[in-house]
């Protein structure tokens, strides 16, 4: 195998694991959405929000690949391969399990909404804490891609 495979393999990863975990998690989120509209279709605006945010690791994911496609050139080492592979499994898994997570987190505060409770920016808050994870995952690609550049 070359290493310009490996890498890819790595980058290939990353975008799926983010992308599957930012659709769970914006279909968990969705579903509820869904019944809490029969109880307050006033809120549409804060479901739609809350059903959004776990979108964005399938994002990070894309950035990251953004973030490493200058190292990926047929000249690319096996030192860098593993480096992007690496990351790729690790931006992948982190985005995979914090947007999955991040979902449910916002499906209870989409709940709570439709129910007449007050915590749209409680749950915007809370919502944040597992998205940082995936955050510091494509902080640390950011650093990598500068290292292995």
């Known amino acids: 195998m070359e290493p310009i495979i490996f890498a890819y393999l ?7 694991l983010s992308g599957v975990g930012s659709a769970f998690g914006v279909t968990i989120a969705g579903n509820a959405s ?3 509209l029969k109880k307050n279709e006033d809120a549409f605006g804060n479901y ?5 945010l776990p979108g964005t690791q399938g994002l990070y ?7 490493l496609q200058d190292v990926l050139t047929p000249q690319i080492t096996w030192l860098q391969a ?3 592979f690496g990351m790729g499994l690790a931006l992948g898994v982190v985005a995979l399990l914090s947007a ?14 439709g129910s007449g409770y007050q915590v749209f920016g409680n749950t915007l808050i809370l919502a ?3 998205e940082l994870y995936a955050i510091i995952a494509f902080a640390a690609t950011f650093l990598v891609a500068g290292a292995i550049s």
């Open 10 to 16: 790595g980058i290939g990863i990353m975008i799926i």
């Open 34 to 36: 869904l019944g809490a």
């Open 48 to 52: 739609l929000v809350l059903s959004a």
């Open 61 to 67: 994911g894309f950035m990251g690949f953004i973030l």
């Open 82 to 84: 593993g480096a992007v």
């Open 100 to 113: 999955i997570r991040q979902g449910q987190v916002c499906a209870n505060g989409i709940s709570a909404i």
């Open 128 to 130: 944040v804490f597992p």
